[in-house]
């Protein structure tokens, strides 16, 4: 393994497991992560500047990083190992679904429903969509807008028709 400075800690770990590592100097950095942190920052920056929002709470910044990973290893790379098999569908053996993971996305308003009983209370409440949970039930993840706590919800009513 190739890896930056920080990641010395790791050598006894990594060599009993027959792993050699290999750390790069001070101030120098490994061109193929620099080259996929820069990827990310453009897919993250272009989702970014398409929101109606003026600033963003650091919850959904972190999730716009992981919704901008989610899709980048939802498909093969053209280097990769497979031409057919995703970075997703090799590791957890688990492949994109159109139905189930693109039903609404990054920054949509929806009202998710949260649980009930037989009273007068509102059943839904306001949240943000983040993204795809990636589970086979294809829920996904919200931004609770009273709260600010992430939402791990199937079901959830747009303003919109779909």
């Given at each position: 393994?190739?890896?930056?400075?920080?990641?010395?800690?790791?050598?006894?770990?990594?060599?009993?497991?027959?792993?050699?590592?290999?750390?790069?100097?001070?101030?120098?950095?490994?061109p193929e992560a620099e080259r996929h942190i820069r990827t990310l920052k453009e897919r993250a920056r272009a989702i970014?500047?398409?929101?109606?929002?003026?600033?963003?709470?650091?919850?959904?910044?972190?999730?716009?990083?992981?919704?901008?990973?989610?899709?980048?290893?939802?498909?093969?790379?053209?280097?990769?190992?497979?031409?057919?098999?995703?970075?997703?569908?090799?590791?957890?053996?688990?492949?994109?679904?159109?139905?189930?993971?693109?039903?609404?996305?990054?920054?949509?308003?929806?009202?998710?429903?949260?649980?009930?009983?037989?009273?007068?209370?509102?059943r839904t409440t306001g949240a943000i969509a983040l993204r795809p949970t990636g589970n086979a039930q294809g829920s996904?993840?919200?931004?609770?807008?009273?709260?600010?706590?992430?939402?791990?919800?199937?079901?959830?009513?747009?303003?919109?028709?779909?």
């Amino acid at each position: 393994m190739l890896l930056d400075g920080q990641f010395e800690p790791l050598r006894g770990d990594l060599s009993d497991l027959n792993i050699a590592l290999q750390t790069c100097g001070h101030d120098d950095h490994i061109p193929e992560a620099e080259r996929h942190i820069r990827t990310l920052k453009e897919r993250a920056r272009a989702i970014y500047n398409t929101l109606p929002f003026q600033r963003l709470p650091v919850r959904m910044i972190i999730e716009l990083i992981h919704y901008c990973t989610f899709w980048l290893n939802a498909f093969p790379h053209a280097d990769g190992v497979s031409d057919v098999l995703s970075p997703r569908a090799i590791m957890s053996g688990l492949g994109i679904d159109h139905n189930k993971h693109c039903r609404i996305e990054y920054g949509a308003y929806a009202q998710v429903h949260k649980d009930h009983d037989n009273t007068m209370a509102p059943r839904t409440t306001g949240a943000i969509a983040l993204r795809p949970t990636g589970n086979a039930q294809g829920s996904y993840y919200f931004y609770h807008l009273n709260t600010g706590r992430l939402l791990n919800c199937s079901h959830w009513n747009t303003p919109y028709a779909q």
